[in-house]
């Protein structure tokens, strides 16, 4: 065998191998590890570099406490880790243009960036969740503004207003759980028929607060784009490996890391047509399948509990503003004028609890929005880059 292919099926071995070395003592691995770098080429030190810094990074993920696992800053900390990869993944491609635009890398990454475009489809469905919540925080804010008794008497006008509050909160979190082609038709619809009862008039406000900042068309499926995301998601073969000199392994990574984080968007966050049915092929000789496929499972053994099976998003903050909506509507319903003073220090604390969720969303969405943001300019600058490598190769070769 040519010395240049013994290496090229070195890369395959040893990176295909990385699950068996993570799985073996610690002096063990830093012996391979020592006798790996002195015989390494620069590009295999890239790739085994770049597989040992995404299994860190979803080890640190996977070992989020039930109570972490989730929120807003769980979420926050796997879109930092996605970023890390992405730029890691980035220069790797910057770093090997040559082999970019042979095949079968060039259809590689042709299908690469298939995948990045649907997934900037997600990132703005995404946006349009977190303006959806916001909106729920809105009315949520109406009630507590309404109860909370600075001095004045609870009065009767005060508790309707937090009623009809609470009824269009119940309303708009409700149909975040009907179809989609219901929710995105009503959407549209909104100001059509300006002379709706009142009951029909908290469904068209609702529908107009997601209508407002709607990006997607009304036929487009969350649960259908994860599924394109993970069509034809394969790992390589070792002919594949060999012939891409151990580029399509870092591909097929960063493609499955791509899928699981839009997939635990779709998840957490209000979309249209969520769904949890992608299928994920992870071979365990990849070191961060373990990780990813742990916590592809506890995802999923969320959705299935009783309090979560029909929640409009698995977002450990929707949870909480389902249940401070519940405390505010059993207080309100349970008050009864002229008002106690016993019952109007329960009042209080209960306003100072739902302030309290109120004010810590809040402040998460936003941190939260601009690292969505700042994800879907990544993957734009990243597969604007690779079209440039693979149009400069092209044209150098004419």
């Known amino acids: 065998m040519p010395a240049t292919d013994f290496h090229r099926l070195h890369i395959g071995r040893s990176i295909l191998g990385i699950g068996r070395d993570h799985q073996a003592s610690a002096a063990t691995v ?6 790996h770098s002195q015989a390494a080429t620069p590009i295999e030190a890239e790739l085994e570099d770049f597989q040992r810094h995404v299994t860190d990074q979803f080890l640190d993920l996977s070992s989020a406490a039930p109570d972490e696992l989730l929120s807003l800053p769980w979420i926050g900390r796997l879109l930092d880790a996605f970023v890390c990869c992405q730029e890691e993944f980035r220069v790797i491609l910057f770093n090997n243009q040559s082999l970019i635009s042979r095949p079968p890398m060039d259809r590689l990454i ?26 729920w925080l809105n009315l949520l804010e109406i009630v507590k503004c309404a109860v909370e008794n600075k001095g004045s008497n609870l009065g009767e006008g005060q508790l309707r207003r937090a009623k009809k509050a609470l009824v269009d909160l119940a309303i708009a979190m409700l149909d975040e759980k009907d179809s989609s082609s219901t929710v995105a038709h009503r959407n549209r619809s909104f100001g059509r028929n300006n002379n709706a009862g009142s009951s029909r008039d908290s ?25 394109a995301i993970g069509n034809n998601l394969n790992p390589p073969k070792g002919a594949e490996i060999v012939a891409t000199g151990g580029l399509s ?14 997939w635990t968007l779709v998840a957490a966050i209000p979309c249209q047509d969520r769904g949890l049915q992608a299928h994920f092929n992870i071979p365990r000789q990849f070191a961060w399948s373990s990780p990813v496929m742990s916590l592809h499972d506890r995802i999923t053994e969320e959705s299935k509990k009783r ?10 903050e929707i949870y909480q503003i389902e249940r401070g909506s519940r405390m505010m509507n059993e207080m309100v319903d349970s008050v009864q004028l002229p008002l106690m003073e ?9 306003v100072e609890e739902v302030g309290g969720v109120l004010e810590e969303v809040k402040e998460g969405l936003g941190t939260f929005e601009r690292q969505v943001r700042v994800v879907f300019h990544r993957i734009v600058r990243s597969r604007t880059e690779g079209l440039d490598y693979i149009g400069r190769a092209s044209s150098h070769h004419e």
């Open 30 to 35: 830093q012996t391979m590890e020592r006798r």
């Open 110 to 135: 042709a299908e690469f960036n298939e995948r990045t475009v649907k997934a900037l489809d997600v990132c703005n469905a995404i946006r349009d969740g977190i303006e959806q919540i916001r909106q």
């Open 203 to 227: 469904h068209r406000l609702s529908g107009h607060y997601r209508s407002l900042s709607w990006s997607v068309s009304r036929t487009w499926s969350a649960a259908k784009q994860i599924q």
């Open 249 to 262: 392994v870092a591909v097929f990574t960063m493609s499955s890391i791509l899928l699981f984080v839009m």
């Open 307 to 316: 309090e979560r099976k029909n929640s409009c998003g698995l977002l450990r």
């Open 342 to 350: 016993e019952k109007e220090a329960e009042v209080r604390v209960r």
